[in-house]
C-alpha cells in the first residue's frame, strides 16, 4: 500500500451524508481548498467504490449508533480509512463519545474553512497510524473468517501457550486431529509458522480495541 499524504493536492476526503444539499456545501468546499473530495449518500453507496486512501467526513447519528457503530460497519466492509465526524451544533457529551468511539476530530457543521483545514494538518500523522492498524484490522479479519469453528479453539489455544498435546487435552481430541486442524488452520492463515498465526489473531483483536481505548 502506497503512503497516504493527507495534505497533499491529491488528498482524498471521501464525504457520506443523506442531505444532498450539505453533500454539495462539502463537495464544493473541499475542492475549493485543494482536495480531491468524493461524494456518498450512505454506506451502501460507498462500499461500491470502497475507497483505499484518504479520510472519511461523516455525520454523527447517535440514533443510527454514533461513530463507533460507523467504524466498526466500515470495517466491515473493508474499509480503514480514519473518521472525522460532523454534526450541527452537537452537544459536548457527543463530541467525547465519538473521540472515544475511534473519530480522530469532530467538526460543527457547517465546516468553517480555516478550522477543516487546520484539522486536517493537525491529525496527519494520527490518520496514517489508524489507517495502518485498521487495515490491518480488516485483514486478519478477513482470515479468520475462513476458519471453522474447531481451527479458531485450536487457535485460541495455540495464543494461550498449550501444545498439541495440551490442545488435544482441552478440546478432547486426539493430538494427531489437533495437528490436522492446526496443519488447515496455518494454511487458511497463509502463516508459515505458528506466531504469525498468532500475530494475525493479536492484530485482529488490537484493531477491535484501538478505537474504544
Not at 2 to 24: I, Y
Not at 46 to 68: K, M
Not at 174 to 194: C, D, F, Q, W, Y
Request: proline share 4%.
Amino acid at each position: 500500500m502506497q503512503s497516504e499524504d493527507f495534505l497533499s493536492s491529491k488528498a482524498m476526503l471521501h464525504v457520506v451524508e443523506a442531505d444532498m444539499n450539505v453533500r454539495a456545501e462539502l463537495f464544493r468546499l473541499g475542492l475549493s481548498l485543494g482536495y480531491h473530495c468524493e461524494i456518498f449518500a450512505d454506506f451502501n453507496e460507498l462500499a461500491t467504490h470502497p475507497p483505499r486512501s484518504g479520510i472519511i467526513l461523516l455525520r454523527d447519528r447517535p440514533e443510527d449508533g454514533g461513530i463507533g457503530f460507523a467504524i466498526d460497519r466500515l470495517i466491515n466492509l473493508g474499509i480503514w480509512l480514519p473518521v472525522i465526524a460532523m454534526d450541527s451544533q452537537p452537544a459536548p457529551g457527543r463530541i467525547v463519545q465519538a473521540i472515544k468511539d475511534g473519530a480522530l476530530e469532530y467538526l460543527s457543521l457547517p465546516l468553517d474553512p480555516e478550522r477543516l483545514t487546520a484539522c486536517l494538518s493537525r491529525v496527519k500523522n494520527e490518520a496514517k497510524a489508524v489507517s495502518d492498524i485498521r487495515r490491518r484490522t480488516v485483514h486478519s479479519r478477513t482470515r479468520l473468517a475462513t476458519l471453522s469453528c474447531r481451527e479458531r479453539e485450536v487457535l485460541d489455544a495455540l495464543a494461550n501457550g498449550g501444545s498439541n498435546k495440551e490442545i488435544a487435552r482441552e478440546l478432547n481430541i486426539s493430538p494427531r486431529t489437533v495437528e490436522i486442524h492446526r496443519a488447515n488452520m496455518m494454511g487458511k492463515l497463509g502463516a508459515k509458522h505458528a506466531a504469525d498465526a498468532i500475530r494475525i489473531k493479536l492484530e485482529h483483536e488490537i484493531g477491535r480495541m484501538s478505537h474504544y481505548s
